[in-house]
């Protein structure tokens, strides 16, 4: 037995949409090369490489601020981890903001609605119906 064609009306179908694929991009991280698979075209890779920088650097001028010499173990876990520590606790206080932000303008909002007449402003108002007088005892006899 043969399996059934399937006939496909030619125009009608529309091919599905390619999806972007990852490419290669060789970035160095606080002295490290690394290969990156990514999507990002463009600066926002390298800004995301300065703003990982420059919070370890931030870091290090702090420890040696603090203890008077530069940390012993630069390339440690720990020291890893404390720098994405400090980037995740930068990110949750800018979502933090975000969302304080959002909720001033909705309260403003709020009451800026709450000043507006419940009665709608109409710009084009109809015209009233003119006024009949009534015919007969009833007002609907001719």
């Keep these: 037995m043969k399996p059934p064609r399937i006939r496909i009306p030619a125009g009608r179908v ?29 600066d926002s890779l ?4 300065e703003v990982l920088e420059a919070g370890f650097n931030d870091m290090e001028e702090a420890y040696a601020l603090t203890w008077g010499s530069s ?37 403003t909002l709020s009451k800026f609605l709450d000043d507006v007449p419940d009665d709608s402003y109409d710009s084009h ?3 009233p119906s003119p006024l009949r ?7 609907s006899e001719p």
């Design 133 to 139: 007088e009534p015919n007969g005892l009833f007002g």
């Design 71 to 107: 940390p012993a173990a630069l390339d440690s876990t720990t020291w890893l981890l404390m720098g994405a520590l400090n980037l995740a606790h930068r990110v949750a206080q800018l979502e933090q903001e975000a969302t304080r932000t959002t909720q001033d303008l909705e309260h």
């Design 14 to 42: 529309a091919p599905a949409p390619r999806k972007p694929k990852p490419h290669e991009v060789d970035v160095e991280v606080l002295g490290r090369a690394l290969k990156v698979h990514t999507f990002e075209y463009g």
């Design 125 to 127: 108002p109809s015209p």
């Design 46 to 49: 390298a800004r995301a490489k």
